[in-house]
Nanobody, 129 residues
Framework: QVQLVESGGGLVQAGGSLRLSCAAS????????MGWFRQAPGKERDFVAA????????YYADSVKGRFTISRDNAKNTVHLQMNSLKPEDTAVYYC??????????????????????WGQGTQVTVSS
């Protein structure tokens, strides 16, 4: 079992930046692939970014590619989402998620919500125009 707590959300003007963090506790964090998802009011939850346990592989939704960067620090049990050039359409609740991985999948990332075992409570990001 792993517990995930997101932080770093807030209100920012269009063009601004935010850095989200996800702190993990419980079982050895370093054996989990991680992802960020978001859900806007009245919409489905969408994939944003993913990173493998090894941090050698990352993947981004087309809508955030070139603006967002996912990273992780296994020694500190954290994963980050650096969000630059924010747009009003980025407004949503952002969730981090974890999927336990094994030796053969240490370099894999996952983009489907159903692939993840654990979820945080979410942090609100609001981008004003």
């Amino acid at each position: 079992q792993v517990q995930l707590v997101e932080s770093g959300g807030g209100l920012v003007q269009a063009g601004g930046s935010l850095r989200l963090s996800c702190a993990a506790s419980g079982r050895a964090f370093s054996r989990y692939a991680m992802g960020w998802f978001r859900q806007a009011p009245g919409k489905e939850r969408d994939f944003v970014a993913a990173i493998s346990w090894s941090a050698t592989s990352t993947y981004y939704a087309d809508s955030v590619k070139g603006r967002f960067t996912i990273s992780r620090d296994n020694a500190k049990n954290t994963v980050h989402l650096q969000m630059n050039s924010l747009k009003p359409e980025d407004t949503a609740v952002y969730y981090c998620a974890a999927r336990q991985v094994y030796l053969a999948t240490y370099h894999d990332y996952y983009i489907q919500g159903d692939d993840y075992n654990y979820w945080g409570q979410g942090t609100q990001v609001t981008v004003s125009s």
